[in-house]
Nanobody
Framework: QVQLAESGGGLAQAGGSLRLSCTAS????????MGWFRQAPGKERTFVAG????????SYEDSVRGRFTISRDNSKKMISLQLDSLKPEDTAVYYC???????????????????WGQGTQVTVSS
């Protein structure tokens, strides 16, 4: 069983930065693809970024590519998301998610993820 907990959300101005962290329990984390998703009020949860177990393969949703950076440190059981050049439309609850398929791809479909954190709020003011 894997448990995830996000931290690092908060309030930022447009153009500013935040760094989200996700800490995990469980020994299998180092083999699992991980992702970040977000959900704005009244909208569906959508893919933001994903990373495979070896950090070689990363993927981003088009609107955040070049502004957000996903990374992981398996030795610390931590996955991070650096948010730069923030825009008001980035405002959402951000969720860390883990697949239950070792060595698999970090898919954009939230149904491919078995483990979820509780979410952390990111609010960007204009």
């Amino acid at each position: 069983q894997v448990q995830l907990a996000e931290s690092g959300g908060g309030l930022a101005q447009a153009g500013g930065s935040l760094r989200l962290s996700c800490t995990a329990s469980g020994d299998t984390l180092m083999t699992l693809p991980m992702g970040w998703f977000r959900q704005a009020p009244g909208k569906e949860r959508t893919f933001v970024a994903g990373i495979r177990y070896n950090s070689v393969d990363v993927s981003y949703e088009d609107s955040v590519r070049g502004r957000f950076t996903i990374s992981r440190d398996n030795s610390k059981k931590m996955i991070s998301l650096q948010l730069d050049s923030l825009k008001p439309e980035d405002t959402a609850v951000y969720y860390c998610a883990g697949s239950n398929i070792p060595f698999g791809r970090a898919e954009a479909d939230p149904n491919e993820y078995a483990y979820w954190g509780q979410g952390t709020q990111v609010t960007v003011s204009s």
